[in-house]
């Protein structure tokens, strides 16, 4: 199985700090950058090569508005986004449509990084 490589974006260092210890334990996930500041967020992940972006939820619960462009851009990447209290997922790449996830388990969330694969259009 290949190392699932994750940028973690989440506002709360907290937030941040606790997935970065969970996925220490996995052995196929690596968390090559953190971002503590969401502003600008699509440039500062630009040219990094990862997987998987986990940022937060807004307050609205939307996925924000510059991840389609950065998927067309970008289709191997896939995004995740956590509300604060980690009780709501919505994820998103470019071969699916947007999903929503209610109350995800933490072996769920490990799941989805470790087994969703990358399929890029033709």
Do not use: C
């Amino acid at each position: 199985m290949t190392t699932q490589r994750i940028i973690l974006a989440n506002d709360s260092r907290l937030v941040r700090e606790m997935l970065n210890r969970i996925f220490l334990k996995a052995s196929n996930l690596e968390v090559t950058r953190e971002i503590d500041d969401k502003n600008n967020l699509a440039e500062k992940i630009e040219n990094a090569e990862a997987e998987w972006v986990i940022l937060s939820l807004s307050s609205e619960s939307e996925m924000p508005k510059w991840v389609d462009n950065f998927l067309n851009k970008h289709p191997q990447v896939r995004f995740l986004a956590v509300s604060p209290d980690g009780s709501q997922v919505k994820l998103k790449s470019v071969q699916k449509p947007e999903k929503h996830f209610i109350n995800l388990s933490l072996n769920d969330l490990l799941y989805i990084l470790e087994k969703q694969p990358v399929q890029l259009p033709a």
